[in-house]
T-cell receptor
Framework: DTGVSQDPRHKITKRGQNVTFRCDPI?????LYWYRQTLGQGPEFLTYFQNEAQLEKSRLLSDRFSAERPKGSFSTLEIQRTEQGDSAMYLCASSFSGSDGYTFGSGTRLTVV | SQQGEEDPQALSIQEGENATMNCSYK?????LQWYRQNSGRGLVHLILIRSNEREKHSGRLRVTLDTSKKSSSLLITASRAADTASYFC????????????FGRGTQLTVWP
């Protein structure tokens, strides 16, 4: 197992387009998190899955954002009608209940032009 | 608003010196964690300290927690150029299973 994988690493898109990111967590981990990080800031929570159930969504996650985790394995984060303010690093992390700490992926850097 | 705040925002030291970073937070916590982030990369978990612990060590890292002052410190001893990175504290308040609240981080630069 090579850790948490995110794809793509970089995405440049025009304003108004839809984008989808993928996260493959560590296979034994039942919890999966999406965070967003802008320059000079710490990561901000977006949403959280335990197995396939989405248990919490941040108010940061407007109706243009949707996340899924079918079958409790990989997860996708879709942003519809992208805006320049969506430009950020999107980080995925996974953990196992009761374990110490998250394992983060390398992130997907989104640039909306 | 962010739960944790690191201090200083930036720290510049020579190799071999110790680096101390502080974190203050606002509400009660289950645990506090420290992460490192190299430029443009994901975060790497360094150490977790639970609310009933006062000090924890891992290699060259020493973390303290003072719940009465709602503060924590991360000490890196005998720093190396490879320690250059941003360091974040993150708090688990227990409000959502495993959700973490991150500060803005301390940018540490270690000069060879």
């Amino acid at each position: 197992d090579t850790g948490v994988s995110q794809d793509p690493r970089h995405k440049i898109t025009k304003r108004g387009q839809n984008v989808t990111f993928r996260c493959d967590p560590i296979s034994e981990h039942n919890r999966l998190y999406w965070y967003r990080q802008t320059l000079g800031q710490g990561p901000e929570f977006l949403t959280y899955f335990q197995n396939e159930a989405q248990l919490e969504k941040s108010r940061l996650l407007s109706d243009r954002f949707s996340a899924e985790r079918p079958k409790g394995s990989f997860s996708t984060l879709e942003i519809q009608r992208t805006e320049q303010g969506d430009s950020a690093m999107y980080l995925c992390a996974s953990s196992f209940s009761g374990s110490d700490g998250y394992t983060f992926g390398s992130g997907t850097r989104l640039t909306v032009v | 608003s962010q739960q944790g705040e690191e201090d200083p925002q930036a720290l510049s030291i020579q190799e071999g010196e110790n680096a101390t970073m502080n974190c203050s937070y606002k509400t009660s916590i289950n645990n506090l964690q420290w992460y490192r982030q190299n430029s443009g990369r994901g975060l790497v978990h360094l150490i977790l300290i639970r609310s009933n612990e006062r000090e924890k060590h891992s290699g060259r890292l020493r973390v303290t927690l003072d719940t009465s002052k709602k503060s924590s410190s991360l000490l890196i001893t005998a720093s190396r150029a490879a320690d250059t990175a941003s360091y974040f504290c993150a708090t688990d308040t227990g409000s959502t299973l495993g959700r973490l609240y991150f500060g803005r981080g301390t940018q540490l630069t270690v000069w060879p």
